[in-house]
């Protein structure tokens, strides 16, 4: 990890987590605000995915800003989309589903179980 790469994530992911706050209450905020703002990141997330693999061949701390940074601080769930995608590109369906099912799950309930210890 070199520091230019750190610096990368570190200001992109500012940049992100302060765009994802101003989509969310220029539409006034909720889960929907949330729902705008993973399926955005998602269709982002995917045009650099492609961009980079086939036509931009970008420095790694470019595309670590754009995508770790300023998608990872924008939505997390763009990250996600990405890696479910690439196992199933890799034939790995099995490992996909239990990714994408075990996320979903694991996450509500590790909130659940969180919230009730916390209250």
């Known amino acids: 990890m070199s520091l230019a790469t750190l610096g990368a994530v570190f200001f992109g992911?500012?940049?992100?987590a302060a765009l994802r706050w101003i989509v969310a209450a220029l539409v006034g905020g909720g889960p929907w605000a949330i729902f705008l703002v993973n399926v955005?990141?998602?269709i982002v997330m995917g045009l650099l995915a492609g961009l980079f693999a086939q036509r931009w061949p970008a420095p790694m701390e470019l595309r670590t800003f754009l995508?770790?940074?300023?998608?990872g601080g924008y939505t997390t769930f763009s990250t996600f989309s990405l890696d479910a995608v690439l196992l199933?590109?890799?034939?790995?369906?099995?490992?996909?589903a239990l990714y994408v099912v075990g996320s979903v799950v694991a996450g509500i309930t590790g909130l659940v179980i969180a919230m009730k210890l916390a209250g």
Do not use: D, P
């Open 13 to 16: 992911g500012g940049f992100g």
């Open 40 to 42: 955005s990141g998602s």
């Open 67 to 71: 995508t770790t940074g300023i998608l």
């Open 88 to 96: 199933i590109e890799r034939g790995q369906w099995g490992q996909a």
